[in-house]
């Protein structure tokens, strides 16, 4: 969703007139620099008979809409720097880019690698000039709302002086009253409520603020409420976040008011490009690799005919789902029986089993782990849903309930054929407690240029023949 400094404090029609403009301005750039570089590439303006070109305008366009719905840009009135300026609009072009690329190289499309150049390299510049030119015009339709608007602020002395709210007072430096609520005196909420009455009979107030903790008195909350929808003023109740959550939205349904936390950052963008790929890449593999599928089958059955060729376990994946996670079977029958007799030997410590040499593995079995070949079949579970090509490994639902509670974050997404662990050189030699510190690690910092590198680093590991 956009953002823009200062329309928390303005009507929603001028809020909702200013995000079209924004909106509406960043669409003509976007179709400007598509024909100009269509013309500048072929010499004469036939788009709309080209109809591979007006289908990658559609598409453009619609990826547009999605990142404009999803993204949040400052384009601030005032305090930004040209810097921020350009790198805003530099991640914008690239994802783009990303997108254009990613879509030319999928569907086959032929496009023209100098038309692409020169429409990215126009779209980053009347974009730059784009936020220039949106700042005065917003100064001279907006500013008025900023300049003359008037609120008044509640809240206690701490909060008033918290770090989380300090924009909000900043935002109204000079042209506010504020009304602190003084705990140590008896009839603090008295107080407040008469001098808000005053305030809103004998002077300008466009707005009242609360700025408030989650142990706020509701009988408080609920006279400032019933002032502010008698007098017919604006009200926002704007909670300190000290409940340790970074992301947090209220929606409303009906009569209920619900107040939602995520405790970790979800990008609508990201993880749509992420599924999108997941589907794309795990299909064009398994066809690609359909007779490598065929050719292991035989080898596992003439090396061990006895028992499936595919091993199917319990894991746990997205926020403790349980599927069947599917591979090449690389153990005798019945291994899992076997597990309670080698628990001495387990080489790591927390939950998790692994010893060197386990005896359980066959001829063939020891070829495919070496290669990382057994764990190809989870290309169908990344099709399904049930896991991402990128994600902290599956544990068996057994080690997976071991864990340490603090561990179970890993949970939070959905599990992946390689993570920064499997990525990792010696990931043999990672300890229990460091492999739970790397899956952390990817779950905060998840990103997709991190995907791409962990993918391409798994790779050159197979390469290298550094399985297990």
């Known amino acids: 969703m956009i953002f823009i400094k200062g329309e928390t404090f303005m009507p929603d029609d ?7 403009l924004y909106n509406f301005s960043g669409f003509i750039t976007l ?32 990826f547009w809409f999605i990142v404009s719905m999803k993204i949040e840009v400052n384009f601030e009135s005032n305090g930004i720097s040209k810097k921020d300026i350009i790198i805003v609009t530099l991640k914008r072009v690239l994802w783009l880019f990303i997108y254009i690329s990613c879509i030319d190289f999928v569907a086959k499309l032929g496009l023209s690698r100098i038309y692409i150049g020169v429409f990215i390299v126009l779209y980053f510049l009347l974009g730059i000039l784009l936020k220039f030119l949106c700042q005065g015009i917003d100064k001279i339709l907006f500013g008025s709302y900023l300049k003359d608007y008037h609120c008044v602020i509640i809240g206690t002395k701490e909060v008033l002086n918290s770090y989380e709210f300090k924009n909000i007072i900043k935002e109204f430096e000079g042209k506010s009253e504020f009304i602190v609520l003084d705990n140590e005196k008896k009839d603090v909420f008295e107080y407040a409520t008469e001098k808000l009455c005053r305030q809103i009979k004998n002077s300008i107030v466009d707005e009242v603020i609360l700025l408030a903790e989650f142990d706020l008195n509701n009988v408080f909350v609920k006279q400032v409420i019933e002032i502010c929808k008698i007098t017919g003023r604006k009200l926002k109740i704007m909670y300190k976040n000290n409940m340790g959550f970074e992301n947090a939205r209220l929606n409303i349904n009906e009569n209920c008011l619900t107040l939602e936390f995520q405790p970790i950052k979800f990008s609508f963008l990201y993880r749509f490009i992420k599924r999108l790929l997941d589907i794309v890449i795990s299909t064009i593999a398994l066809i690609v690799l359909s007779p490598l599928f065929l050719l292991i089958a035989i080898l596992i059955k003439i090396d061990s005919p006895d028992g499936p060729v595919f091993f199917v376990q319990e894991r746990v994946g997205l926020n403790g789902r349980r599927f069947k996670l599917i591979k090449f079977r690389t153990m005798v029958p019945d291994a899992d029986k076997m597990k309670d007799q080698l628990m001495k030997y387990n080489e790591m410590d927390g939950p998790v089993f692994k010893i060197t040499n386990d005896p359980r593995i066959t001829r ?91 993918i391409f680093k798994t790779l050159v590991l197979i390469f290298k023949l550094n399985g297990r």
């Open 31 to 62: 179709s400007i620099a598509y024909f100009v570089a269509y013309k500048f590439r072929f010499g004469e303006f036939k788009l709309f008979e080209d109809q591979l070109y007006v289908l990658t305008y559609g598409l453009i366009v619609l």
């Open 364 to 454: 063939v079995g020891k070829i495919l782990r070496r290669l990382n070949l057994d764990e190809l079949p989870q290309l169908i579970n990344v099709l399904k849903g049930e896991m991402s090509l990128v994600g902290p490994r599956p544990l068996e639902t057994r080690e997976a309930l071991g864990c340490e509670f603090e561990h179970h974050i890993r949970h939070s997404v959905k599990p992946g054929l390689t993570c920064i662990w499997q990525a990792t050189h010696n990931r043999n030699d990672v300890g229990y407690s460091e492999w739970m510190r790397m899956d952390y690690e990817y779950i905060i910092k998840k990103n997709f240029l991190l995907d791409v590198i962990l």
């Open 14 to 20: 001028v809020k909702h007139l200013r995000r079209f």
